[in-house]
């Protein structure tokens, strides 16, 4: 175990912390205002990644397809708002949970339909490619660390929008207590559409950012989708604050358990073909035996919206 | 003031006439054979759709009753199948110990993992449900020496007394058969009883049942652990059918159909998943043979499940007959 | 001088800032209705959540029966003879009035980790449940579902359900609220039936009712006992008068 494995190991962490922060946010928003539960925010997250590639292809320039990308995936959720979800928010999670596993069918084959089921490449934009020497001897791809940096620029704005405007104070008080808000006058269809939009927005954004790096496959955004959940339930429903945290956490504790699960197995004692074997069985484990753990003793979260 | 005369308990329409329905289902697959005698294809269906159906009758247990949305269900598929397959794999093929062992370590999974998630509610304990269906499947797929994402291949079917009865399509299908009906008129006794009775109240109005002195946490644990085990059953059943098990049988995918199959036949019926999941299974089969894509139209059928289901197709069935 | 059934000694909640439970020590005696007035607010539903388990105190004790149940589940509590009825009914909706009654009586009759038997056939239950039901005068609508009845019936049946359990200690939490004239009066009836028979802790609003029944009052102002003794005592105090200025006329 070297240091440098360790410290590019912490940055990958990091990346896909703030990966599963832009789904998570969105999601807990979601759930938190809406006490609607969107298990196709996985899918918004491999659309954005699907249409980032195909407007880059097509315009040859990575923040363009991007824009584009990013104007579609709104109009998708938007679209799906209307359709499906906006019928759901009387109804019990059951009902939700089975419309969005539906939603998740369709689009995993439906991309199949429209893109092929082989994975699809997008280049790295010329500008941010290559790698950078962040620490003497430790050398970082530019793009992972543009996605760090893009994710916690988001987080900040997210914060200040949420803290210090009026609709930022109208999603709290929505994460609150909804029937309320309505109550006081709120036109609330509108910022449900607002909040749902916005979701689907920055869930597209992460698909569209990974899709330099990741692999951009039908189901791409499943497993995600449930790393996002374990986070919002770790952090908190409602709770942005929860889902930066919770993001930072799970994506640390899931990358590094990974990679050092092995080592780790080993230093505390057990052989190397034992350790070989169940380590990475542990690894995957770890964030749920995280969870149960935080639930155990938070049944509600670290930091939820609903005191 | 005078002796008030007892009524008839509630359930006073005439035992026959409640179960016609289930009755009618039944009869019509004990006549499949007769129908179809010699067809592989049609029986090996039939029969895989019934073994999904004791699956469906046991999360309607939970879902149905005691409405606890667990998504994680598909793992006690995977462990039944794999207990059979494991035992296999170490020449144990005697049914008599594996599938009991296959059931007990379905019950013992649940009673570990429910009894950490039925502390939680709501959108948690789906949630919590998911991560451990999740553990499983990362579990199996880890397990190479019963062959890792790839499967475990079964060469034969569980033997009983060591001779090879379930070899038989139609004695396999005759068992999975007698199987079924025994679990549907299991579950039906069990929740007329009084443990049913709480555990239905308790989906009622939990907060009423507590004052009245029930601890809703141990009825749901002890139907949780009752449901893995049946579940656990007919993930052994499934192994034998197909004489292959793979960390895929405990896909969320697979726990999120299940869940579609109780509700698409009709939520706390107990007829009512054994009829979604034929219904599943032959849509499944019908629509893969016609098209490559077959499960965008799937998607889109377990999304209008979702809107318009309500009482699910048995609900449909009993208001037509007024 | 028998030891009370209900001891509050000390009691003390807050949320955040607000105290809801300010050092509040009552007893209810085993002969007694002990009725429990106040503003709105006062939080004198807290205290009964309190009482039954359903909210933890921050400090003080609970004796119930003699025994201490401050950290006692709410369940528990039920089963020892603590029966509750709520400001809004709870019942089982789906279920029929008698089978409602029924669910209440198996809970102290053996248990109810039995699996093959069919419970709504249990003669013992259902006798016991139409006894209660005769006593709150329900017995007509038997075997109709509890979502069915009228707003008063779902309080004779919550009561019915109370009574079939033989209860130690009734907790009635505005037992009269939302009912009319002609509910109220049959409700105070039931009530004076039981009066003597079962000590009840009565929280209501209602001013007619309380100084028919009760045997004791207390008088809860922003989660503190400003006064307590018998009605007269109560009628006459000063401190109670001004609490109750602009609110309700006592009698």
């Known amino acids: 175990m070297s240091t440098t494995l360790l410290a590019v190991q912490t940055l990958n962490g990091l990346q896909l912390g703030v990966l599963l922060f832009l789904i998570a946010a969105g999601l807990t928003l979601v759930f938190g205002v809406m006490d609607f539960i969107n298990l196709a925010h996985g899918v918004q997250y491999m659309l954005g990644a699907y249409l980032a590639a195909m407007f880059v292809a097509m315009t040859g320039n990575f923040f363009f397809g991007l824009l584009l990308a990013l104007a579609v995936a709104l109009a998708f959720g938007l679209v799906l708002e209307v359709l499906v979800m906006r019928h759901l928010y009387d109804r019990d999670h059951l009902e939700q949970v089975l419309a969005t596993f539906g939603i998740i069918l369709f689009l995993n084959e439906g991309v199949k339909i429209v893109w092929g089921a082989a994975p699809l490449h997008v280049p790295t934009p010329e500008l941010l490619s290559g790698s950078v020497a962040i620490v003497e001897g430790i050398l970082y791809p530019v793009w992972r660390l543009a996605i760090i940096t893009a994710g916690l620029v988001i987080a900040l704005v997210l914060y200040i929008v949420v803290a210090h405007t009026r609709v930022g104070m109208l999603i709290r008080a929505g994460a609150t207590n909804a029937p309320m808000v309505s109550a006081l006058g709120v036109d609330i269809r509108r910022l449900f559409m607002i909040v749902f939009g916005f979701g689907a927005m920055l869930a597209g954004f992460a698909g569209a950012m990974a899709a330099p790096v990741l692999s951009v496959e039908p189901g791409m955004g499943d497993n995600l989708l449930i790393l996002a959940f374990v986070v919002i339930v770790i952090g908190g429903i409602g709770s942005i604050r929860g889902a930066f945290v919770g993001a930072l956490v799970v994506g640390l504790v899931d990358t590094l358990g990974r990679s050092f699960s092995v080592d780790l197995l080993r230093m505390a004692g057990l052989g190397p073909g034992d350790a070989r074997t169940i380590g990475p069985a542990i690894a995957s484990m770890s964030i749920y035996i995280l969870m149960a753990a935080v639930l155990y003793f938070r049944p509600t979260g670290l930091f939820p919206a609903k005191g | ?322 | 001088m028998s030891t009370p059934i209900l001891e509050l000694k000390g009691l003390r909640k807050r949320f955040g800032a607000l105290v809801v439970t300010d050092d509040v020590t009552l007893d209810v005696l085993s002969r007694e209705i002990h009725a429990v007035i106040g503003p709105n607010g006062a939080g004198k539903t807290t205290l009964i959540n309190e009482i039954t388990g359903e909210v933890a105190p921050d400090a003080g004790t609970i004796l119930f029966a003699g025994r201490d149940v401050t950290r006692l589940p709410v369940h528990a509590r039920a089963l020892m003879g603590l029966a509750r009825s709520f400001q809004i009914t709870q019942v089982l909706p789906d279920f029929s009035v008698l089978e409602n009654v029924a669910i209440a009586a198996q809970a102290h009759r053996g248990s109810s980790f039995r699996f093959l038997a069919n419970a709504a056939g249990e003669a013992d239950l259902n006798e016991r449940a139409m006894a209660a039901l005769d006593q709150v005068g329900l017995t007509a609508r038997a075997r109709i579902a509890a979502r069915v009845l009228s707003h008063g019936e779902k309080r004779q049946l919550e009561i019915a359900m109370l009574l079939v359990a033989e209860p130690k200690l009734l907790l009635l939490d505005e037992p009269m609220a939302g009912m009319g004239r002609e509910e109220t009066e049959r409700m105070v009836d039931v009530l004076m039936q039981l009066k003597g028979r079962y000590p009840m802790m009565l929280v209501e609003h209602d001013m007619h009712a309380v100084f028919r029944l009760a045997d004791r009052i207390s008088v809860l102002v922003y989660g503190r006992v400003i006064a307590s003794g018998p009605p007269n005592a109560v009628r006459a105090d000063p401190s109670v008068r001004e609490a109750y200025l602009g609110e309700e006329e006592l009698v």
């Open chain 2, 1 to 322: 003031m005078a002796d008030a005369a007892l009524p008839k308990p509630l359930a006073a329409p005439a035992i026959w006439r409640r179960l016609w329905l289930p009755l009618a289902i039944f009869a019509a697959l004990a006549l499949v054979p007769l129908f179809f005698p010699g067809d592989r294809y049609v029986l090996t269906l039939v029969a895989r759709a019934m073994i999904l159906g004791i699956a469906a009758l046991a999360l309607d247990l939970v879902l149905g009753y005691g409405a606890l949305v667990s998504f994680g269900h598909a793992a006690f598929i995977g462990i039944g199948g794999y207990a059979i397959g494991i035992a296999m794999e170490h020449g144990l093929v005697e049914g008599f110990v594996t599938i009991p062992l296959a059931i007990a370590a379905g019950a013992l999974f649940a009673l570990v993992t429910g009894a950490i998630s039925l502390k939680t509610r709501g959108v948690y304990f789906i949630m919590i449900t998911l991560a451990f269906g999740q553990m499983a499947f990362f579990t199996a797929q880890s397990l190479a020496r019963y062959g890792g994402d790839d499967g475990l291949r079964m060469y034969g079917r569980t033997e009983f007394f060591g001779y090879r009865w379930l070899q038989n399509e139609v004695v396999f299908f005759y068992v999975v058969f007698a199987l079924l009906v025994a679990t549907f008129f299991l579950l039906r006794t069990i929740v007329n009883s009084r443990f049913g009775r709480v555990l239905r109240g308790a989906k009622e109005n939990e907060r009423r049942m507590r004052a009245l002195g029930f601890d809703p946490f141990r009825y749901r644990l002890a139907a949780y652990v009752l449901s893995g085990a049946v579940c656990a059953l007919a993930g052994a059943l499934l192994a034998n059918q197909t004489q292959f098990v793979a960390p895929a049988y405990m896909s969320w995918q697979r726990s999120g159909e299940l869940i579609v199959m109780v509700v698409l036949g009709g939520m706390g019926t107990l007829t009512g998943p054994i009829l979604g999941a034929a219904v599943i299974v032959l849509v499944e089969e019908a629509l893969s043979r016609v098209w490559q894509h077959w499960k965008v139209i799937f998607g889109i059928l377990v999304v209008l499940v979702a809107l318009f289901a309500k009482g699910g197709i048995v609900h449909l069935i009993e208001r037509r007959r007024g």
